[in-house]
């Protein structure tokens, strides 16, 4: 949208391309196979359905990544590099309310379970905290019709 200062349009912009790569990482495990779901951090019974060929963990990252690619367009949408989408506002409120959680939940967590004190979960969680950033930029930024 025309109205929309270069740093917000930067931050949804962000938003939209972690979102949009999500897509595509979640993608290639599923054509990587078991190797992919264990480095991206999957759950052991995900990777084992990987390496066993049963339907969880491709249904279940396919799910993930039709999910990923509605936060990359709502994204988008907010942008204005497509057509505004049914229900902006509260969709990029819940989503930047779930990444923001995602971020946030790494904490009281890792004190918990210390294994999660890994440097692929600090990047991960930074990278869900920007992510939530952007989306919360794009609902305070999205007007109402």
Request: proline share 6%.
């Amino acid at each position: 949208m025309k109205h929309l200062k270069p740093a917000s349009r930067l931050w949804i912009g962000v938003a939209a391309v972690i979102a949009a790569l999500g897509v595509a990482i979640h993608l290639a495990c599923i054509a990587g196979g078991p190797s992919w779901y264990a480095f991206f951090g999957a759950p052991p019974r995900i990777v084992a359905s990987a390496r066993d060929g049963t339907w969880l963990a491709p249904a279940g990252t396919a799910g993930i990544a039709v999910l990923m690619g509605m936060c990359a367009a709502y994204a988008c949408s907010a942008l204005g590099l497509i057509q505004r989408l049914p229900l902006l506002r509260p969709a990029l409120a819940g989503i930047a309310a779930v990444c923001l959680a995602r971020a946030l939940v790494l904490v009281p967590f890792a004190w918990i379970h210390p294994e999660l004190r890994t440097q692929f979960e600090l990047i991960a969680a930074l990278t869900w905290g920007v992510a939530g950033t952007g989306f919360s930029v794009a609902f305070a930024t999205a007007r109402l019709r």
